[in-house]
């Protein structure tokens, strides 16, 4: 019998390890690294729990070293995706039944094998498929991915609690109910945690799942999913449908029981996502929910009376780090012109000490970008600028495709604050900066707000509180993640819950209640004792 209550669910971020050398995460971590390379698995389309193997598949290689493959994947065709749909309604009545205690518990318990005998494993394949060095894997696809599993069970358990008031003669009641129909979950390339929250915080609320992983790391989403499996999550919840987004999409989304979509991605797949569910809106049994986390053209600000040294770092660390591939990435800045001197001696003197390339190697900062399309992208924004007469380009501009696809960490000046590389997203290690006149910050803080569609995240350095409550005010809008005196990464799960709004998104705010409830469906009961 399933009666008790539970209070609470204690929730404590993850610790980052440190992986010095001779250290037995790091011996854990350069093993995994070894067994992966050495060998090519087969994945499988996992529909109900079984493999299914199409014969139509795709590769897994290393973005640093494009030659090596490691994986190849099976696509899932226009037969696979009927079947997973079959198979998530037909497993969804037994897994919302299933108490919520139950459910909770295989997620926790993938948060400790996350934390423990699998982390070598998904920090390997994250490092690998995703080219991310050892410190960004480890803060990733351990530290946020076992975040997510733990603050999901703490959120849903939260939610569960709070119930309407009741009177003497009246017992008012909320049943939170997952959605009717099946999630279409589609994930991105760059966050081994967010490939793995986007179909799990649907199914720990009771839901079942389709879901869509990247092309380009199909081998982390894999792991991923047999770590699912490992933990007990029963076959069917969540189905694994690697393929062409294209053909998914389009069986999934003309589907009458699709119930809602988790997304992260490009702004333009979202929109066309929208647009195909309007066209079907008069066919679905309910009005799905969108859930989506797009672009950015994310900004630093920095006042005059900015800390220099913080400032600098802040630039680097955020428009470089993951080689600029974080949704959240700086890409355009904004500096006074009377700190411009210093802090340009100090960004080009910090640029100049990162090391990209092999990112086993345990100083490399960056690695390579994903993919050659995204290499091409970066590369003619790159050169856009070497043959513009109002752009400088003051540090990097090269790129070389040879081996793995590199970019070096590029700096562009400016003179015009509408130049191509201030307002168009790149999502690569271009930033460009515009430097403004001291007595013109009001101006400059409205041509922050008004040059980008976008809202995702922005910061600003400065030590002038008058400053700071100004671009607060002024910038209310064009960020759901605000940060004073630091770089807009690195949100961390249960502290600063991410997403942006305008075109960067729903802000249904990952790693929170908000986006949790978006997947339940509230249904109240008054009950009279007394008439």
Not at 13 to 33: I, K, M, Q, W
Not at 352 to 363: L, M, S, W, Y
């Amino acid at each position: 019998m399933n009666n008790n209550i539970i209070e609470e669910i204690n929730f404590v971020n993850e610790p980052v390890l440190n992986y010095d050398l001779g250290s037995t995460e790091r011996t854990e971590l350069e093993a995994e690294l070894v067994n992966i390379k050495n060998g090519i698995i087969d994945i499988p389309v996992i529909i109900g729990g079984k493999e299914i193997r199409t014969g139509n598949k795709g590769l897994c290689i290393l973005p640093h070293n494009k030659n090596k493959v490691i994986g190849e994947f099976h696509k899932a065709g226009k037969k696979e995706i009927e079947m997973a749909i079959e198979e998530a309604l037909n497993a969804k009545e037994k897994w919302e039944k299933l108490p919520w205690q139950s459910r909770i518990a295989i997620f926790l318990r993938a948060a400790e094998l996350a934390a423990g005998p699998w982390r070598a494993k998904l920090n390997a394949s994250t490092m690998l498929t995703q080219s991310k060095t050892y410190k960004q894997a480890e803060i990733d696809s351990a530290c946020e991915l076992v975040d997510f599993f733990r603050n999901n069970a703490v959120c849903l358990q939260q939610i569960y609690s709070e119930q309407p008031l009741s009177t003497k003669k009246v017992w008012n009641k909320t049943e939170y109910r997952p959605l009717e129909g099946f999630i279409f979950a589609v994930s991105p390339f760059n966050f081994t945690s967010i490939a793995c929250n986007l179909p799990s915080a649907p199914a720990i609320a009771g839901n079942t799942v389709l879901w869509k992983p990247a092309s380009n790391t199909v081998y982390t989403s894999y792991v991923i999913y047999k770590l699912f499996q490992e933990a007990g999550l029963p076959d069917g919840v969540i189905n694994f449908i690697p393929g062409n987004a294209g053909e998914i999409s389009d069986t999934v989304l003309s589907n009458k029981n699709l119930s809602g979509i988790h997304f992260t991605g490009s702004t333009k797949v979202f929109q066309n996502m929208w647009t195909a569910i309007g066209n079907n809106i008069y066919n679905y049994k309910t009005f799905p929910r969108l859930v989506g986390e797009t672009g950015g053209k994310n900004y630093i600000i920095v006042h005059n009376s900015a800390n220099i040294n913080s400032a600098s770092r802040g630039l680097i660390d955020g428009a470089f780090e993951y080689q600029g591939q974080k949704c959240s990435a700086a890409s355009r800045a904004y500096i006074a012109k009377s700190v411009w001197s210093e802090v340009k001696e100090n960004i080009l003197e910090k640029a100049a000490n990162i090391k990209f390339g092999d990112i086993e190697e345990i100083d490399t900062f960056m690695g390579a970008v994903i993919d050659k399309k995204s290499f091409d992208t970066i590369k003619n924004y790159i050169e856009y600028a070497k043959n513009s007469k109002d752009a400088e380009i003051i540090f990097g501009g090269n790129c070389d495709d040879k081996i793995g696809y590199f970019v070096e960490p590029t700096i562009i000046v400016t003179s015009d604050p509408h130049f191509k590389t201030m307002e168009e997203e790149i999502f690569g290690p271009v930033m460009t900066i515009y430097v403004y006149e001291d007595e013109k910050f009001s101006d400059m803080l409205s041509l922050v707000d008004s040059t980008s569609n976008y809202g995702l995240t922005g910061a600003i350095f400065a030590k002038d509180r008058y400053a700071i409550e100004q671009a607060q005010k002024a910038l209310v809008y064009t960020a759901g993640n605000f940060y004073i005196n630091d770089r807009p990464t690195g949100a961390v799960v249960g502290q600063q819950p991410f997403g942006g709004s305008r075109l960067s998104g729903t802000n249904d705010k990952a790693g929170s209640k908000i986006n949790l409830m978006r997947w339940i469906s509230p249904k109240v009961t008054k009950e009279t004792l007394a008439n």
